[in-house]
């Protein structure tokens, strides 16, 4: 499928991997509005992207606070003209012990990345029931498929991701909304490196632009088709 024309919206967009799906769906003529807490990195990404001749734009909210995002992806969809696509990106890795991570970092992990993808995916649920389409891709981890030590927290908001995913995709494709669960394993992020989890060696580890590509080529299916969950892993990290 074409993606020319189309408007999406890439939540942690300014680095990491948000910001190489915003690059590559870019690249596919797609207009980019990306969300996140750091204007500077916005503003830069923005930059880069409007360079690639689409229509950019960003969208300065905690994914946390119910209202903000709200009111930013009304914004941005005010701005872009309508959402097409939207990617559930941001996200905090915080790892640490049972026993030794507060409750209150524990909590806000699981704020983040569940009710985070929550809000984002019904902020932008009016918009693409009124268009009869869109695509929302949730980007949960392998962590969410099984816990392991000093992941609890990060693993369980993952979990909890994939299952309201799921639930998701079962309500909303009668809408033609296709919902993606994806899990990807390890891959080179300020997360990954400066969690301890890999040293971001790009002969071997994932890089963010090997699952931009994934995300696109799956958003770029035909529409009859929905890619609903998927794993990518380094082939020997
Ligand atoms: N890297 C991996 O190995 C890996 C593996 C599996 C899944 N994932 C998932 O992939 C996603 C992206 O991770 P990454 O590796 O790219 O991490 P990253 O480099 O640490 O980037 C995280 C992104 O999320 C945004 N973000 C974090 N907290 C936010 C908040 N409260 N409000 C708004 N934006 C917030 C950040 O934007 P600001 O800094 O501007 O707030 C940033 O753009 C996450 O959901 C992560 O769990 C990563």
Known sequence: MNLKGKNAIVTGGGRGL????????????????????????????????????VNATYAVFSIDDEQAVHKGIASLAETLGSID?????AGIGDFGSI??????????VIKTNLFGVYYAAKAVYPFMKEKGQGDIV????T???????????YAASKAAVVSLSQSMMAEWRKQNIRVITLTPSTIASDMSIQGGLTDGNPEKVLQPEDFAE?????LKMNRRALIANGSIFSTNP
């Open 99 to 108: 026993e030794e991570m507060p409750s209150e970092t524990w909590g806000q």
């Open 214 to 218: 994934w995300v696109r080529d799956i």
């Open 143 to 153: 962590a969410g498929l099984k816990g392991g030590p000093n992941m609890s927290a």
């Open 18 to 53: 948000g910001k190489a799906v915003a690059v590559a769906l870019a690249h596919e003529g797609v207009n980019i509005g990306i969300t996140g807490r750091n204007e500077d990195n916005l503003k830069n990404t923005v930059e880069e992207i409007a360079k690639l001749g």
């Open 138 to 141: 949730n980007v949960a981890s």
């Open 85 to 89: 696509i939207l990617v559930n990106n």
